[in-house]
């Protein structure tokens, strides 16, 4: 699409800040403003996120200098990581203030275009402003945007959408979130009052097609299973900067304690030749341990901790300060891997095997993030077998293989949570919301059957000892229609998403009773008053240990232990597997 097609503000402020639209937004351009349906897969720093919604700002802006810029929400956003929607409302923002600032000077009025994130860290404040005055753009998770398609208010809002983002959706295409995903995308379109353009986004997927028939849902898929959508493939992968580093002593079965301090003294001395170190783990525990570690050879304030059990402020203070290079390294589980622009990182270390050919290119990728920069990873194995399958990674990076994505037919569970949502919201009949169901890619061989069963079961409930319970909707067998029974929307915005609960404690911090993030449940009740743990990289100590909360107050530097969080380290994939019983075969 030639930049001439857009609007001059937007021509304006594009040639002020690039020198050229990059393959991705080239060729992906075109398909979006004509409202067609758009797989972009490119390489991380190749300018995806702008390639899906520069023609969506387009848009935008010129329905409000016609002063036709509806009130209700037109884009809907969504990421499977709260931090990537909050990096993308801050990339966003800039460059509609420096757009605003282009019309100034070209005389032109700017129209006020509002951008929020709903997600689970959304206050109750902000979750109130957003129903009285919905924003054009809304940056959203799965799970909040099935709990904005089940209330009343998010309906409203979400009635008007006329395009549909989800970025990093390789993240959601193999697990049950996807499955969740497809099944409100299909609610989405259902309310809508005109079509949904579907823009799907990701550096690593294969098969590409079959990420694209996800995307556009079993209607928009041809008999012979092409999806109707542009595919816009420019590639995984880009020149990387990709070494292995080995202890001085010879790797055994398990990590002694002499190959752990070699391991944080080799990554301290790293951190001190860079701007700023991304350190990769995969659990909670070591993410606490590995930063504590560094902090005692690098100093107070060097170094920053991040995961999904620390409160929404750490965590957004410690991706502000890794932007704006105020930290050294951070030190960090999946909860950064997924397409965050931190434009100051220029190394990452992997400790441990990320188990994922996918995984590591994610990580990886988080270093060098611009156009023309070369990612720069360094993998640290600390056991034989670790070394084994950062060899087999290795290998498999070389020669540009990926994992292979696999969609788990139609989870059961996955369609009573949407069902009884659905149902909540309006009366169905049973046929129509059969076929609403199998709209959705994942669902598009359910058999009548199982769903007959899945709505017999929230029809009539299950049995227990105090009698028949979780009964979440009337069936009229006669006429076949669905109805909610009480209780039934509470139940749906209770309890839907596909990420198991965990029966973790909050962390209170005293006396000024300040969320500081969650322990596990077995790790609280082992704890006594006066023990000291660590968690955001700081020392606590325990007041005492409450119901569901644990009181702390600051322990001024005493030496902690590490808390554990339980079912976390991922498995390995299939194609890894390969590559490393291929290796293994070789020797």
């Not at 696999?406 to 009366?427: F, G, M, T, Y």
């Not at 199998?438 to 079961?457: K, T």
């Amino acid at each position: 699409m030639s930049l001439s097609l857009f609007h001059p503000i937007i021509q304006a402020w594009f040639e002020g800040r690039f020198a050229s639209p990059t393959e991705a937004q080239a060729l992906g351009w075109p398909a979006i403003a004509q409202g067609r349906h758009t797989l972009i897969a490119a390489p991380t720093g190749s300018g995806k996120t702008l390639a899906a919604f520069l023609a969506c700002l387009d848009h935008l802006v010129r329905a409000g200098l016609e002063g036709k810029l509806p009130e209700g929400t037109q884009v809907v956003y969504v990421s499977p990581l709260r931090a990537l929607s909050n990096d993308i409302q801050r990339n966003l923002s800039r460059p509609l203030s420096e757009m605003r600032e282009v019309a100034q000077q070209l005389g032109y009025p700017f129209p006020d275009i509002r951008i929020a994130v709903r997600t689970g860290d959304t206050s109750a404040r902000e979750r109130r402003a957003m129903a009285k005055n919905p924003p054009h753009i809304l940056i959203t998770t799965p799970e909040s945007l099935f709990i904005l398609l089940t209330s009343s208010s998010g309906r409203r809002a979400l009635s008007s959408v006329q395009t549909l983002i989800v970025d990093e959706i390789h993240a959601l295409v193999g697990n049950k979130r996807g499955s969740h995903l497809s099944l409100s995308a299909e609610r989405l379109c259902a309310l809508a009052q005109g079509p949904v353009t579907r823009i799907g986004l990701s550096a690593t997927q294969r098969p590409i097609e079959k990420v694209a028939q996800f995307m556009v849902g079993s209607q928009a898929v041809g008999a012979g299973g092409a999806p109707n959508c542009l595919i816009v493939d420019a590639g995984h992968s880009r020149p990387v900067d990709l070494a292995l580093e080995l202890p001085q002593g010879e790797l055994g079965p398990i990590a002694t304690h002499e190959l752990w301090d070699h391991t944080v003294d080799r990554i301290a001395e790293l951190v001190k030749g860079h701007r700023t170190t991304l350190v990769f783990v995969n659990t909670r525990r070591l993410v606490e341990r590995i930063a504590h570690q560094l902090t005692l050879r690098l100093g107070e304030g060097e170094v920053a901790a991040h995961h999904g059990s620390l409160s929404q402020a750490t965590r957004q203070a410690t991706e502000q300060r890794l932007k704006q290079g105020q930290r050294r390294v951070c030190v960090a589980t999946a909860s950064l891997e997924l397409g965050i622009d931190i434009g100051a990182v220029d190394l990452v270390c992997q400790v441990g095997s990320p188990r994922s050919i996918g995984l590591l290119l994610q990580r990886i990728g988080r270093s060098g993030h611009s156009l023309g920069a070369t990612p720069k990873g360094r993998l640290f194995p600390l056991t034989r077998d670790e070394l084994m399958e950062c060899l087999a990674l290795l290998r498999a990076v070389s020669k540009n293989q990926l994992d292979r994505l696999s969609i788990p037919p139609w989870p059961l569970d996955i369609l009573a949570q949407q069902a009884v949502a659905e149902c909540a919201c309006k009366e169905w009949g049973e046929e129509e919301l059969y076929q609403l169901v199998r709209r959705a890619y994942p669902y598009q061989d359910l058999p009548r059957e199982r769903y007959e069963q899945v709505i017999e079961m929230l029809s009539r409930g299950v049995t227990s000892r105090e009698g028949r319970r979780s009964a979440y909707l009337y069936r009229d067998t006669t006429h076949h229609r669905l109805r909610a029974r009480r209780g039934a929307s509470l139940a749906a915005l209770t309890n839907g998403g596909a990420i198991p609960d965990t029966a973790d404690y909050d962390v209170i911090a005293e006396p000024e009773g300040i969320f500081v993030g969650r322990v596990n449940e077995d790790f609280a009740v082992e704890s006594l008053r006066g023990d000291v743990f660590l968690l955001g990289n700081t020392s606590w100590r325990i007041r005492r240990v409450e119901s569901g909360k644990v009181r702390v107050e600051d322990a001024q530097g005493a030496s902690p232990s590490v808390p554990f969080w339980l079912g976390e380290a991922p498995g390995r994939t299939l194609e890894l597997s390969q590559e490393l019983s291929e290796l293994r075969e070789e020797r």
